[in-house]
């Protein structure tokens, strides 16, 4: 990894020359809550001046330009006795502005099941390899738990991330294309001076974290716990809504349809995210439905975030965004759900 200062002018200048061949998709301010706090989202952006860095959260994640809510996968057109299949991957370049380290961190779990898994996705592949990733450092928010799930620092899985000095950023390079195209503007090498400033910086990050959970034994406490009353404490709750799944910057259950037109003359393979929180998720044909009720439904997603992701890659899926816990009605939340199965253990 290579570092460099970038003042803060020569990064306005950086986003211009991104701006001039990349869609630029970056946090945007678009309403504020009845509080008065902003409501950021990641959107595209034409101007520098519509990207807001100093954004708390954002209820989407960044998903959505990997892993699409609805996609289709190929066409099938029927001439006389042939056919014909049409699959169209994304291509155009795109750069991502502003994902926090969790979200960052998120990215790379993704790659490891549909970049590097059993079954790669081209889709997912060809989105991702176009798409130029430039993250920044944030003071962690009150409910937010990425330190526990390890989330909270990044080594790769981006081009260029920065982190806030005041009136300069520390930039850490990952990539050849980050390192051309930060050679259009004027950085400076690190001093020790900026050395330390990021140490201090990072520093308060670290000790800024104030929503901790209990990561270390958490595959056997959920193995422990299965039968536990915690799900149907919990379980009662859920209205089975599937947003906690939307708005998961690595839940990734989907569904595949195929639609036909009247005449069958056209038909689409069309890919839809999931929930494992709805109803019908584990219903098969024939009707039967392995998992019918709410707490089975959410036990589950909690064993493929913290258990069964955990043991294909040795890490849990979860980066402790909290985005789940932020959207939910019904106020089921990951650290309040994980405390109760700890002290159900004691
Ligand atoms: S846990 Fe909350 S957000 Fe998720 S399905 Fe249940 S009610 Fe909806
Ligand atoms: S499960 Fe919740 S806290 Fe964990 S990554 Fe998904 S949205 Fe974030």
């Not at 919990?234 to 209205?239: P, R």
């Not at 709805?278 to 997603?301: C, W």
Request: hydrophobic content about 35%; aromatic content about 12%.
């Amino acid at each position: 990894m290579l570092f460099r200062i970038l003042g803060k002018d020569q990064f306005h200048a950086l986003v211009e020359i991104i701006l001039k061949s990349n869609e630029v998709i970056a946090p945007k301010r678009i309403g504020a809550k009845a509080n008065g706090q902003p409501i950021h989202e990641f959107l595209p952006i034409s101007a520098f001046d519509e990207m807001d860095l100093h954004y708390r959260s954002t209820q989407y994640s960044a998903k959505t330009y990997f892993l699409p809510y609805q996609e289709t996968l190929s066409t099938f057109r029927l001439h006389g006795g042939d056919w014909e299949q049409e699959i169209a991957y994304r291509s155009e370049p795109r750069a991502i502005i502003g994902l926090r380290a969790y979200d960052v961190n998120a990215l790379v779990k993704l790659d490891k099941v549909f970049a590097r898994g059993r079954f790669p996705s081209p889709y997912y592949i060809s989105r991702r390899k176009n798409t130029f990733i430039v993250g920044i450092d944030h003071d962690p928010l009150e409910d937010e738990f990425s330190q526990s799930m390890g989330a909270d620092i990044v080594t790769h899985g981006f081009d260029l991330f920065l982190t806030d000095l005041g009136d300069r950023y520390f930039v850490a390079i990952a990539s050849d294309h980050a390192f051309s195209l930060l050679s259009m503007v004027e950085t400076a090498e690190v001093t020790d001076d900026d050395t330390q400033t990021y140490k201090e910086v990072r520093r308060r990050i670290l000790e800024g974290f104030k929503t901790q959970i209990n990561a270390k034994n958490l595959p056997n406490l959920l193995d422990l716990e299965f039968t536990s009353e915690v799900w149907k404490k919990w379980g009662k709750k859920c209205l089975s809504c599937g947003s906690c799944a939307m708005v998961c910057p690595t839940c990734y259950c989907y569904g595949v349809n195929e639609e036909v037109t009247m005449d069958f003359s056209e038909a689409k393979r069309v890919k839809q995210l999931y929930s494992c929180n709805i109803l019908d998720f584990a219903e098969v044909a024939g009707g039967h439905n392995f998992r019918p009720d709410h707490e089975t439904r959410l036990k589950y997603r909690y064993y493929h975030q913290h258990r069964g992701f955990m043991e294909d890659y040795d890490e849990p899926k979860c980066v402790g965004c909290n985005r789940c816990g932020r959207v939910c009605l019904a106020g089921i939340n990951p650290p309040a759900v994980i405390k109760d199965l700890y002290e159900e253990d004691l």
